[in-house]
């Protein structure tokens, strides 16, 4: 039971004694999950027994009861009941994704190994075929991104966020083939599986993910990717800016190590979209 949803549908309809301890629940919550009944009664002004009643109207038996619900709470997350306050206005919002997204750029700069992007570039030019794997929102978008960058530039490749399809696949590739795979969290325990057995193959497993997480010690090659998010939950995920720069710095590797063919390739598509689309060369290159 999600009981600070509970209080928050329900809140109109409590008692102003009622109102008062919601409003510590939702806006003390240090405080009320380490409080004893008689403290949580003191501070909303109110009697235990109507404590008591309060915890029974959200569907626990006793105050006992309501406690361990509220200490589940902590394991969602603290900032997720009440949102830090950020201003609307379209110029502040504006500078607020930008800013977050030029650092999470930075920090990853700063931290990249080129030796690591080098060996990654070097297994994907090389490979019959590659296999982009990734769930969930972000890593879906990625391994299809990857697929974007690469197969413009020649390489065979195809783009997969189903588990079970994920595991078909690899049981499928061959020894000159390479999965990479993209884990924001680390924790993806499917895409582990899919790279174990992989290696057991001697299939090259390439990860973009987080350092020392299961997914990076079940692969080969880890492209290490560890960014701050802050505390701001409405804004979508800055470090996704940093994935799509390193998707794009190991497609521009794999284009000069296969120049010949990446420019064909890349000629055959322009060729159609300007006679097809466009009427003239003067869009996006690669595009």
Do not use: W
Not at 61 to 76: E, R
Not at 217 to 244: C, H, M, Q, W
Not at 249 to 276: C, F, G, M, P, W
């Amino acid at each position: 039971m999600d009981i600070f949803a509970k209080i928050q549908e329900e809140r109109e309809q409590f008692s102003q004694s009622e109102q008062r301890i919601a409003d510590i629940l939702l806006n003390q919550f240090e405080f009320a999950v380490n409080a004893s009944i008689i403290e949580l009664a003191e501070r909303a002004e109110v009697s235990p027994p109507t404590v008591t009643r309060f915890c029974r109207r959200l569907g626990c038996q006793s105050f006992s009861d309501f406690k361990v619900s509220l200490a589940k709470t902590a394991y969602v997350g603290v900032r997720y009941l009440n949102p830090e306050a950020k201003s609307r206005e379209p110029a502040d919002v504006a500078t607020d994704i930008i800013t977050k997204a030029q650092n999470a750029l930075f920090l990853m700069h700063r931290a990249l190994d080129p030796d690591v992007l080098d060996k990654a570039a070097e297994k994907l030019s090389q490979a019959e075929m590659i296999y982009a794997f990734g769930s969930g929102g972000n890593s879906s978008m990625i391994a299809s991104e990857i697929q974007n960058r690469l197969f413009r530039l020649g390489s065979r490749i195809t783009a997969c966020n189903d588990h079970g399809m994920q595991l078909m696949l690899a049981a499928a590739a061959r020894p000159k083939d390479v999965i990479i795979g993209s884990s924001f969290s680390g924790r993806n325990a499917e895409l582990v599986r899919s790279f174990n057995l992989a290696r057991e193959a001697d299939i090259t497993t390439i990860a973009l993910t987080q350092r020392d997480s299961i997914v990076a010690k079940a692969a080969e090659l880890v492209v290490g990717i560890d960014l701050p998010e802050g505390d701001n939950i409405f804004r979508p995920t800055s470090t996704r800016f940093a994935y799509l720069a390193v998707i794009d710095v190991l497609a521009s590797l794999v284009a000069y190590r296969n120049r010949d063919r990446s420019l064909v390739t890349l000629r055959h598509i322009k060729q159609q979209l300007v006679e097809h689309r466009d009427g003239d060369d003067r869009q996006l290159l690669g595009d």
